[in-house]
């Protein structure tokens, strides 16, 4: 463990994201105190059951009381509210920062609420589609990225501490600008989400093929995208609503490329669509070498001890 | 082990599909004899080194000299081929089956090229993106379903024993009519494949973001996709010639769902989004539950042990 560059942390909302800081925080950073708080009183409840943070705050009030970080960790719908929250009794020289997915509007629901706050929105690329507070895990941010987007003009120092603080908690750290985060976000995950949630409502809704159908042959490709369809709605409602303008850019990239692929397969142009399979191999093999994802074919699934089944239909 | 229902088993090509047969077959049938046969003589040498089968025959008639099974394990497209190619001395009585993803037109392939023949067509949905003689292992069929297309008329005595042979390599067997099975399977794998390969083509492809970006970012839900769209992209670009007319129908629901999300999207309807985000929650459940896929959050991805990138860009 190296000096933390804060030793009071405030963690506001104790879901999947809030308690993999507080247990991060607590794991990696030597003689830092994390206080944590949710809205919700049987969040705050189990919370405090599993020992998530050093101490589980009532209000608001004492959450933020002594903290010399606050990190809002609630569904980007909410930042406004929780800010506000805290804003009577945020302590002077306090830095706030968060994790929100999308940072052009976070960082104006919290400028807004804490006008006179130092501000450096973060968004941690990490994540698992659980939810709530046993969800979360201290090496969630383990070798994953960590995107800070401070405002033209942010104060040097706070910045460099909070990507310190990131870095601390297992990170890597990268500086962008909010509207370009956005964007990129849109489409290496929100765009993503958008699709396999489709799908699997598709999927749901079939006259023709059942759901028990499915379920049953989901190993053809389909149950991949369950993991994802399976994150937190709140969460999600909230990002598409909050970062708008570039999802719907990145889907009409994306619908443009479908009916492409879609003709050549009414035409039966196997020569475009092989193009285009031999094309898509090539990004894997960089995520995999960047260290982004498991090596092992089919995720690292274990195939030699598969699960019993429920029912034998 | 208990009495194999074939004793000499042919398998052509020998790939993922094939491989994964021959091994599983040596591993789990006393007294089986597994002969290989791929067209292409590289593949055949490799196959020979890591000793895929018993043996590995120079040519299609060795292959399936005095075989009682001969399982065609090459891309739907090369099934004609592959059967014109072995026509001339399959021994009498022998079975025929094979592992193509669409079932309709292997059927007629393989019937207009073994007229006499008795074929029982098959379909394990199994698999990894990995393809080649390599990529095979004797586990890949455990808790899967197999799927088996006999047609009208078809000799009950051998679909018996195909369906005792699959279950004999840990597959779970169901019969469905071919028509029936490439509906099903256009929407639980070749829909997922064809949308994983669009949007990884499109995010490889945009402007205002760079591949490094999309490869750095990947863990917020862009990776899943990038492991699908790894596939074989022959064997991909075969599927979706072949069953075209399915393939087309399901992507046309999916397209009137999407442009559905789209517009609550544009136009700020969360009740909408969330309504749609709780309900595609309870089928990854039941997937989980049926056991065909990991229950541990992130598909068991390891966080703890984060392998380390090739570049620290």
Redesign the interface.
Known sequence: MSAAPFTRIAVIGLGLLGGSVALAARARMAGVIVTGYDADAAVRARAAQIGLADTIAATPAQAVADADLVVFCVPV?AMAAAAAAVAPYLPAGCVVSDVG?SKASVLKALGDALPHATIVPAHP??????SGPD?G?A??F????C?LTPPDGADATAVARVAAFWEGLGARV?MMDAAHHD???A????????????????????E??T?S???????????????????D??M???V??HN?DA??T??Q???E??TE??KA??K?D?AA??D??????A?????????????R????????A??????P?
């Open positions: 719908g997915s690329v990490a994540g698992t589609e659980q969800a895990f090496t969630l383990a070798g994953r990225w995107i990268e964007l990129v976000l489409v290496t995950s929100h765009l993503p989400h958008l699709i396999a949630y489709t799908i699997v409502g598709t999927a749901s809704d079939l023709e093929v759901q159908e499915v379920i049953k042959y989901s190993a053809g490709g389909f149950r991949d995208f369950t993991r994802i369809a399976a994150s709605p709140t999600w409602r909230d598409f609503l708008r999802v719907l990145m889907l990239v994306f619908t490329d479908l692929l879609q397969i009414r039966g196997g669509l092989f285009h399979f031999t094309r898509t191999r990004i894997r093999r960089s995520i995999i070498a960047m260290g982004q994802d498991d090596a074919p089919d995720f690292g699934r274990d195939h030699g598969v699960a019993t089944p429920s029912t239909d």
